[in-house]
């Protein structure tokens, strides 16, 4: 008996699965690859928010990667300041913008940027050095801003719309989905209806189109 083909055996789903899979990590590779190096690179002393509003002629001049959340976007004749609040970086230097901020500095850039772009809530980190401190008022109270003249700044890309993830915290289930770059249904985030992740279709029991184990506009049962 002939042995069997094992490009023929393989299941269209399987074989899709493995395209976007693949399609996925070039993706990511991709994404990473345009961060700049020096957004990546953690400094070799790090110095944090409440340090430089401490001790700001110690700390003057010092190299610094900072990012956080946009606060506000003020526009000056021939610079920017962009007011932060403060979060941790990830490994690539990315904010983290849950839990609760690391203070508030000043990232000041030369030239425009516009307001509708670096717009409230986005996530930017900026490598730049430490220009010292100014006193500006939050309300009613005097607050010590350090001041991070920019050298290279990253804004990130947008997370997902509100939405896009199912009450446990699984991308499209159950939900109106985020459609992804791919279309409806495609992934990585399903549509209404749809219970799973694109790349694992296929590969065990996955729920089929408007038969997710959440509520969507049909639900039902586990299919293989």
Not at 1 to 29: F, H, I, N, V, Y
Not at 55 to 65: E, H, I, K, N, T
Not at 105 to 130: H, S, W
Not at 140 to 169: M, S
Request: proline share 13%; net charge positive; glycine share 16%.
């Amino acid at each position: 008996m002939p042995d069997a083909d094992p490009g023929k055996s393989q299941s269209p789903g399987r074989a899709l699965a493995r395209t976007l899979a693949a399609t996925l990590l070039t993706a990511l590779g991709a994404c990473t690859s345009q961060i700049p190096g020096a957004i990546r690179e953690a400094p070799a002393k790090a110095v944090e928010v409440a340090q430089a509003q401490q001790d700001p002629a110690r700390l003057m001049g010092q190299r610094v990667r900072w990012g956080g959340t946009i606060i506000a976007v003020t526009n000056l004749p021939t610079a920017t300041e962009v007011e932060m609040l403060a979060r941790r970086l990830d490994a690539d230097g990315e904010p983290q913008t849950q839990g609760e901020g690391m203070g508030r500095f000043i990232a000041q850039v030369a030239g425009f940027l516009d307001p509708a772009q670096y717009e409230k809530d986005r996530a930017l980190t900026v490598v730049g050095t430490l220009a010292g401190v100014q006193t500006r008022p939050v309300g009613d109270y005097p607050y010590a801003y350090p001041v991070v003249r920019v050298e290279t700044r990253y804004l990130w890309p947008k997370g997902p719309p509100p939405g896009a993830y199912g009450p446990y915290g699984y991308p499209g289930y159950g939900y109106p989905g985020w459609y992804g770059p791919w279309g409806p249904g495609i992934g990585p985030w399903f549509g209404p209806g749809w219970g799973g992740y694109a790349p694992y279709r296929g590969h065990g029991p996955v729920p089929r189109p408007g038969r997710g184990p959440w509520p969507g506009p049909r639900s039902g049962r586990w299919r293989r």
